[in-house]
């Protein structure tokens, strides 16, 4: 982002839990401006996850990822990780709001889910 000051990256600073580690790491919190060009999920094979960004309801966005395994075992995708993103679509209202829970609760950008952080589904 250009135009960013220091007082600027400080003042978003709580809304990512209360620490510049994403921007410490290269990473700069988004602004409200930004929201309509988060960029789509993606597989990322390296980490075996979908990284995604979360629209907060302050209007920033922070970084997260679900891992393929908790896609497979919670949302019922492929153990291969081949519909991963297309899994991660289907639910993503669920997943978006578990990010926002965890924010809420103080985790730092990138949030990363876990099996626990979502609900269980209904059972039959």
Do not use: C
């Amino acid at each position: 982002m250009q135009g960013n000051t220091d007082a600027g990256q400080d003042a978003r600073a709580p809304a990512l839990g209360g620490g510049q580690a994403g921007a410490e790491a290269g990473q700069e919190a988004a602004t409200p401006s930004d929201a309509a060009v988060l960029p789509p999920p993606a597989f990322d094979a390296v980490a075996d996850a979908v990284r995604f960004r979360v629209q907060l309801p302050d209007g920033l966005s922070v970084g997260a990822r679900i891992s393929r395994l908790v896609l497979h075992y919670r949302f019922k995708g492929q153990a291969d990780g081949s519909d991963a993103v297309a899994v991660f679509q289907a639910n993503r209202h669920e997943i978006d709001a578990a990010v926002v829970r965890r924010v809420v609760a103080g985790s730092w950008d990138p949030v990363m889910l876990r099996e626990h952080d979502l609900p269980a589904p209904p059972r039959a």
